[in-house]
């Protein structure tokens, strides 16, 4: 299977995880372990290091040097510390954030058992990494629909990504994921021109069970608002129409098809009470969607877009149209 997981310095995917993932790759973990143990299993004891870069021309006059090195002002390289693999160019003044500063940014708040470090891992070769820690063991929707809270850090080398905390929850029946609020304290966006400063942002540890508390608020109104087929068609229309689809071409798109498959009895927990035919069930019909069935290069990349990418947008827009069903 294709993927983008960085496989380099461990000879496996740089991934753990305390669960077995949509991948299927990494080391599984036992629960409980230390910032250290979680740094080496998940390929995050690299350094990101930066150098000049120097490039080499053809001889531009009969008396120069064969070949002649030039230099890029005001642009860097960074770089892995273990293999020397080029990881981004970005402008001298890129602050860095070390992989293992994004575990040991739930440090703290894991010696205080405040939450349990779930996941880290390293994408694109190492030019993105992450982690997830657990803030409760979750709340139930209905009988058998459980949805638990995470908080999720990541940051690029590449410039891909400013460094991001947000809250995220996972339904656990299906393993969709949909992010929580996009701002105050509940999620934090350090651009790379700033320098990170992790005590800063730990409010959103703070906020994470107030916030869940009120998205579960949310998710059991959801779940008592019924749906019946030809609203969740119109519902799924909207979703998909873009300003190049209208929503014709929308009810006829492969992804309309799967999302109203899914509704109808094809997705995981659709036939739980809270799910069936009820607007919670829609939106997880859409998240799981997103999440699982999309169209994407690989797993990996589709996993990638859902988290911080339009599939996470796609996402965002089927709560509002859930909302206002």
């Given at each position: ?7 380099v ?12 993932e ?48 030039q ?7 960074l770089f892995?510390?273990d293999?020397?693999?080029?990881l ?7 602050k ?11 440090r ?13 891992g390293v994408?694109f070769?190492g ?26 850090l ?12 947000r ?48 998205f ?5 109104k ?10 969740a068609?119109d ?88 909302l206002?069903?």
């Amino acid at each position: 299977m294709a993927h983008q997981l960085d496989t380099v310095s461990l000879g496996r995917a740089s991934y753990a995880s305390t669960q077995r993932e949509w991948h299927g790759l990494g080391e599984l973990m036992p629960a409980g372990q230390d910032i250290e143990t979680w740094a080496q299993a998940a390929g995050m004891e690299y350094k990101v290091q930066r150098a000049t870069i120097r490039y080499a021309t053809e001889r531009l006059t009969p008396d120069a040097p064969l070949h002649s090195l030039q230099t890029l002002d005001e642009r860097l390289v960074l770089f892995r510390s273990d293999t020397g693999a080029p990881l981004g160019v970005v402008s001298d003044s890129y602050k860095v954030v070390q992989p293992r500063e994004v575990l040991e940014f739930f440090r703290e708040w894991a010696q205080a058992n405040a939450c349990t470090i779930e996941s880290a891992g390293v994408l694109f070769g190492g030019k993105r990494y992450f982690a997830t820690a657990k803030m409760s063991d979750g709340v139930f929707v209905g009988e058998g629909d459980k949805v638990v809270p995470y908080v999720l850090l990541s940051t690029s080398a590449d410039g891909s990504l400013a460094t991001e905390g947000r809250i995220t929850t996972v339904r656990v029946v299906c393993n969709n994921t949909l992010r929580l609020a996009s701002k105050g304290a509940s999620s934090f966006r350090v651009s790379h021109r700033t320098t990170f400063k992790a005590e800063e942002c730990r409010g959103i540890i703070e906020s994470a069970h107030a916030e869940f508390g009120t998205f579960m608020e949310t998710s059991r109104k959801l779940a008592s608002i019924k749906v019946e087929s030809r609203l969740a068609e119109d519902m799924t229309a909207l979703l998909l129409t873009t300003p190049t689809r209208d929503a014709d071409a929308a009810r006829d798109s492969a992804g309309f098809a799967k999302i109203m498959s899914l509704f109808q009895g094809g997705g995981k927990g659709s036939t739980l009470d809270s799910s069936r035919e009820t607007a919670w069930g829609w939106l997880n019909s859409a998240t799981e969607f997103v999440d699982h069935h999309v169209r994407a290069r690989s797993d990996e990349n589709r996993t990638a877009a859902a988290l911080w990418g339009p599939g996470a947008d796609l996402k965002q827009r089927a709560l509002e149209i859930a909302l206002a069903a």
